[in-house]
């Protein structure tokens, strides 16, 4: 979709100052129903619905990730790690939050070059798998940045004087004029203006509202869409005006035809932390495109950890119902490469990898209900230590040699990853649920049933069935499924191999009825079926 607003809309959002509140309200009401200008179609391929964020892999690895295992396994798309030149900082390790300090705009980081990122781009496509750009496009690199060549491409800059002739930008297209607290810093979350026109943690503000500025960004935009990427995420959206990132989005090409249909628009996913108790809503970036929905996350993992007498059986009205924006706005994760860390947005409440049990029953939960468009986490392990609850090695980057280079991701023969690489989507609950929810896409939520406390199960449509044991004694139950008479593998606890089952094997019966039996000391305490997986 890619739907015009009026030009008071577009007004409105850049210079939100010259509207009452309640004009304000009706504005972004006709923004919500459609009176817009996003694209939210994430241009994956017929029968995918997912994508994963491969963090700070290599090129060439996703290349082979996605002929030898996202392809054959139905995932839509990668999300990866920003591909523009960034400052090299060594002390005493490389953080990998480097990559979030961009000097330029040349495709060269510790992932590869721009011939290896054409390549993976490529690759990845001709085998139906998108690739989704981390545009980190609010600010350039921090302030306490120095000057020199200490870059991924080796390009000189001086972040003192704001010199970046590798763009090239120069003082004149910061913020630096227009941010009002003593320090150029935001202070105040309360103030959109600092919040939009002040330094995030030291990092350059560009003054995004220079059509010079929109325009470089722009043009490093569209010379990736040129390779063939199939949209973004726009790193930092909140430290941004919505016009600002409109007026530049105005200026992006269509997808490159090679693997796309005439006229298709790049999906822009922003990333938006909006928890409630801020000004800025995740509703006011609704005419770009879809939003991070950093509520989703927390919620669930709140629920899923039975903290504050929060139960499976609430997650009857799971959306929309809970305060979340509509469905068709919503990018939904269970956890992001900052959150998983303690940053960003959820807290403690976000389940990672570190807990397994619980993280594998909250991504199969996501991806079995219909709400949002998903995205799967993929990360890597670092040697975690706590000081007073703070993990004070979090700031830790890739695997990597001790030149720094990152390391390669290895397969084991059991089809895990190596060298400290986690690769939660090759855990074969998350895969199988990747596969599930590709079948039952477009069904109905249904035949939902609860035990009142923490034992839920739901339905999509004929095509699927999925029940959750987080209680704390056995299930033992009947229950309609909805699906066809038959005898079906469970794809959590194994596959179906030919005409077998390797795990569990659920008989629903002529009237759609089956029971479920689920220790609730199992590894895995939930189930799944789908047409698929049917004998």
């Given at each position: 979709m890619n739907c015009r607003s009026s030009k008071e809309y577009k007004l409105a959002v850049e210079r939100p100052q010259l509207y009452t509140e309640g004009t304000m309200q009706v504005l972004l009401l006709l923004a919500a129903v459609g009176v817009c200008w996003g694209?939210?179609?994430?241009?994956?391929?017929?029968?995918?619905?997912?994508?994963?964020?491969?963090?700070?892999?290599?090129?060439?690895?996703?290349a082979l990730e996605c002929e030898r295992y996202l392809a054959p396994y139905g995932f839509g798309g990668v999300q990866v790690s920003p591909p523009n030149e960034n400052i090299v900082i060594t002390s005493p390790y490389r953080p990998w939050w480097e990559r979030y300090q961009p000097i330029s705009y040349k495709i060269c980081t510790r992932s590869g070059n721009e011939d290896e990122f054409r390549d993976m781009v490529s690759r990845c496509n001709n085998v139906g798998v998108r690739i989704y750009v981390d545009a980190v496009v609010n600010h350039m690199c921090g302030s306490?940045?120095?000057?020199?060549?200490?870059?991924?491409?080796?390009?000189?800059?001086?972040?003192?004087?704001?010199?970046?002739?590798?763009?090239?930008?120069?003082?004149?297209?910061?913020?630096d004029g227009k941010c009002h607290t003593g320090n150029g810093e935001i202070q105040n979350y309360g103030d959109i203006y600092q919040v939009r026109d002040c330094r995030l943690s030291g990092l350059l503000d560009l003054a995004l509202e220079k059509d010079y500025v929109r325009t470089k960004i722009a043009d490093y935009m569209n010379h990736l869409i040129d390779i063939g990427v199939a949209g973004f995420r726009i790193d930092a959206a909140k430290h941004m005006w919505p016009g600002d990132i409109k007026a530049f989005l105005d200026k992006?090409?269509?997808?490159?035809?090679?693997?796309?249909?005439?006229?298709?628009?790049?999906f822009i996913f922003q990333e938006v932390i909006d928890l409630g108790g801020e000004p800025i809503t995740s509703s006011e970036y609704f005419g770009n495109g879809r939003v991070t929905e950093f509520k989703y996350g927390a919620k669930l993992g709140t629920v899923i950890r039975k903290w504050n007498g929060e139960k499976l059986s609430y997650l009857k009205n799971w959306g929309e119902?809970?305060?979340?924006?509509?469905?068709?706005?919503?990018?939904?994760?269970?956890?992001?490469?900052?959150?998983q860390r303690g940053h960003g947005a959820g807290g403690a409440s976000i389940l990672t990898f570190w807990?397994?049990?619980?993280?594998?029953?909250a991504v199969g939960f996501m991806l079995a209900h219909p709400y949002g468009f998903t995205r799967v986490m993929s990360s890597y392990r670092w040697p975690r230590s706590f000081v007073n609850g703070q993990d004070v090695n979090d700031w830790i980057g890739p695997p990597s040699y001790s030149d720094g280079t990152t390391k390669p991701v290895t397969i084991n023969a059991d089809t895990t990853c190596g060298n400290d690489w986690v690769c939660e989507h090759r855990w074969h609950e998350i895969r199988n649920m990747v596969v599930f929810r590709n079948v039952v896409d477009g069904q109905p939520f249904s035949n939902w049933w609860d035990n009142g406390s923490n034992q839920v199960a739901f339905g999509r449509g004929s095509k699927g069935f999925i029940v959750f044991n987080n209680d704390d004694w056995h299930l033992n139950t009947d229950l309609q499924t909805g699906l066809p008479a038959g005898t079906y593998c469970d794809v959590i606890s194994g596959d179906k191999e030919g005409n077998r089952c390797t795990g569990t094997q659920v008989y629903v019966s002529g009237d759609g009825m089956a029971n479920f039996q689920i220790s609730n000391s199992a590894e895995d305490p939930f189930i799944a079926i789908h047409v698929g997986a049917k004998l």
């Open positions: 694209q939210y179609n994430p241009n994956v391929q017929a029968g995918t619905t997912s994508i994963v964020h491969l963090f700070e892999w290599r090129w060439a690895d996703i306490a940045g120095g000057s020199g060549t200490h870059s991924t491409c080796g390009s000189y800059f001086n972040a003192g004087s704001e010199d970046f002739p590798a763009v090239p930008y120069s003082g004149w297209d910061f913020n992006l090409n269509n997808l490159n035809t090679r693997w796309f249909s005439e006229g298709t628009r790049p119902g809970w305060g979340f924006v509509p469905s068709d706005r919503a990018l939904v994760f269970v956890d992001n490469h900052d959150n807990d397994a049990r619980l993280y594998k029953m």
